[in-house]
């Protein structure tokens, strides 16, 4: 950042484009995450299937034969028609289990879709305050009115962002009565505390 004779940072459109930037890659990290989740959710669902397959073939090779226990099945000793209803119970508890993580997997992907666009929008605003700021006040304005725009502090659970600076400042409708602070704010996120923070 800058300094003056003072001894204080003073604003700059650099520091809110490197924040805008940050910002960005955090997103991108998110997701990231959320991918493997899903992925992981994924894989457990064809496992899910591919068991319930097991078991219908088990149970239609099984009809007119001796009762044959099938996998995972407990108290295979007892009559056909019983171990039957057994499965049938467990085939329905799987089925139920397999629509549960699909459930997951959909809110987990609309979610990173939102995610996504945010970054892409962060991404869009530093080119923005590169080309067009004035100066480092008005970049910190932009970047307020969009976070408050955006309802970006809601993606961010362990980051305090320029506009929740700026509220709690209780300047978030005068952005320029609390430059200073939230400069301040962002020379701590944008320090090291930004690269372990996610």
């Known amino acids: ?33 959320m991918r493997e989740e899903a992925d992981d959710l994924l894989d457990d669902i064809d496992e899910d299937m591919a068991e319930i397959r097991s078991r219908l073939e088990s149970q239609s090779s099984g009809v007119n034969g001796t009762a044959t226990p099938s996998a995972g099945t407990t108290g295979a000793t007892g009559v056909g028609s019983e171990t039957d209803e057994t499965d049938l119970d467990e085939i329905e508890a799987l089925e139920n289990d397999v629509e549960e993580k699909q459930f997951l997997v959909e809110a987990k992907q609309t979610r990173m879709e939102a995610f996504q666009q945010l970054a892409a929008d962060y991404t869009d605003l530093a080119a923005e305050l590169q080309s067009e700021a004035a100066d480092g006040q008005a970049a910190l304005e932009r970047v307020i009115r ?53």
Do not use: W
Not at 8 to 32: I, K, M
Not at 150 to 169: G, I, L, Q, S
Not at 173 to 186: K, M
């Open 146 to 198: 969009f976070e408050a725009e955006t309802d970006a502090p809601v993606y961010f659970e362990e980051r305090e962002t320029m506009y929740e600076a700026a509220a709690a400042a209780g300047s978030a409708d005068d952005p320029a009565e609390s430059a200073d602070e939230s400069d301040a704010n962002d020379g701590d996120q944008s320090g090291d505390g930004t690269k372990t923070n996610r």
């Open 1 to 33: 950042m800058s300094d003056d004779s003072d001894g204080r940072n003073t604003l700059s459109v650099d520091d809110f484009v490197e924040y805008c930037r940050t910002q960005a890659g955090l997103l991108t990290g998110h997701v990231e995450t």
